[in-house]
């Protein structure tokens, strides 16, 4: 595979993410960089990128031969209106490396309205990009509780994209394939993309502070929840009457929330009003939360909707308990035992309690076949595929 694999890379791999904010598309990103220039010496990765997510990709990668970057500037607020104005600074950042010949372009997309200035420019030369799509839900779901005005907006928005965007792209990959199901309900033009899912990889070198005792050893439930609070889907409030069901039985039951700095004050004010306060740890966001996180924590993921979620991911590479939502991504790749019935909290109570009396060779044993489907080697075989399969398409 490698051999083969090797040999089609014949021109520099080209990524493009205009992010403005740093989250779990980069994170990808950096970690799939990563994984391709270790299985690959001599290929050349050119990232044209933010200095925020330079910084971010360097995180994963260090420094490490083949990876070159190029700044760019950020996407804009409202980004599908605003893009035009960046469209000169890609024009002169894009068009030396296509004159040089590059061919495959991947934009790591954190949702459809990033890098819409470089698919433009890409689109007057008449080639059209891969997309990693890291969140394909339509923005209107996200603001379904906000105003009726903000609500018009992310119509018009979704509307746009729907018609007008992704039929800019050759193919959209998904970081799953219930994401990829669902946004094929999206397209609404004459030229839809192909689809395809490529599973991310994150977090693969780091390590616990801990040690690995038998997690039924504690006396009590420990909740961890690891996230953002700025999303509505991610449904961080539910932990509150998760925590507030089990300790009518658990007394000693506790939920530490690790949270970015832009939440925690929001956060902070409704667990001052909830009655749990004593009960509540809150931390400002590390650069790696695992290695706070005890052996014998149960991390609670109650969303309401993710594209893969790295969370679980990561739970589950340092073989910590989890408990998460009933949601077409986790049946794809949690092990059911873990998923609860339903949204409600006692739902999630009771998961939780089920969870918590297992033991850690349980733990292992469910995690075990998972964790080998989301192996650095089985995202470079499924990246290289749709590299070689991209390259059959392009004349």
């Known amino acids: 595979m490698s051999q083969d694999g090797s040999r089609a890379v014949v ?45 971010a990709i360097l995180r994963s990668t260090g420094a490490i031969e083949g990876l070159r970057f190029i700044d760019c500037p950020s996407a804009l607020p409202l980004n599908v209106f605003a893009f035009p104005l960046r469209l000169w600074s890609f024009y002169r950042l894009l068009t ?17 309205e990033s890098c819409l200035a470089p698919l433009a420019i890409l689109g007057l030369r008449g080639m059209r990009p891969v997309g990693w799509l890291h969140n394909g839900e339509a923005s209107l779901f996200f603001n ?8 018009i907006l992310c ?49 693969i070198d780091s390590e616990r502070a801990v040690g690995c005792e038998d997690a039924s050893s504690s006396a009590s439930i420990r909740l961890w929840m690891i996230g953002r609070l700025a ?13 507030r069901v089990l300790q009518e039985e658990e007394k000693g039951a ?45 991390v609670l993921i109650p969303s309401f909707y993710e594209s893969f979620c790295l969370v679980a991911k990561e739970a589950m590479y340092h073989g910590i308990k989890m408990v998460v939502s009933p949601i077409p ?23 939780v309690k089920t969870v918590a009396a297992m033991t850690r060779d349980q733990i292992v044993a469910l995690y075990e076949p998972v964790l080998e489907r989301l192996t650095e080697d089985a995202f470079v075989a499924k990246f290289l595929s749709l590299l070689k399969e991209e390259s059959r398409q392009i004349v």
């Open 254 to 298: 506790s939920l530490t929330v690790v949270l970015d700095s832009r939440s925690i004050e929001d956060f902070r004010n409704t667990v001052t009003g909830s009655g749990l306060a004593d009960s509540i740890c809150l931390r400002n966001w590390e650069a790696d939360p695992w290695i706070s996180v005890p052996s014998d924590a149960i």
């Open 96 to 112: 030396p490396i296509m004159r040089q010949g590059a061919r495959l372009w991947w934009f790591n997309l954190a949702d459809i």
């Open 11 to 55: 021109q520099p791999i080209v990524f493009v993410d205009d992010a403005k904010t740093f989250g779990g598309a980069q994170i990808a990103l950096g970690w799939g960089i990563r994984s391709l220039l270790l299985h690959f010496p001599g290929v050349e990765v050119v990232c044209i990128c933010s200095p925020l997510t330079r910084k």
């Open 329 to 351: 991504v986790f049946f794809e790749w949690v092990p059911n035992e873990l998923i609860a019935c339903d949204f409600s909290a006692k739902a999630f109570a009771e998961k």
């Open 231 to 243: 999303y509505g889907h991610k449904n961080n409030l539910a932990g509150l009457d998760v925590l």
């Open 144 to 151: 379904a509780r906000n105003s009726f005005p903000r609500k």
């Open 155 to 203: 119509g018009i928005r979704d509307a746009l994209a729907n018609r007008y965007i992704f039929c800019r792209y050759r193919k959209i990959v998904s970081p799953s394939r219930s994401s990829e199901n669902s946004l094929k309900g999206r397209f609404n033009c004459s030229r839809p993309p192909r689809t395809g899912f490529l599973y991310p990889i994150s977090g």
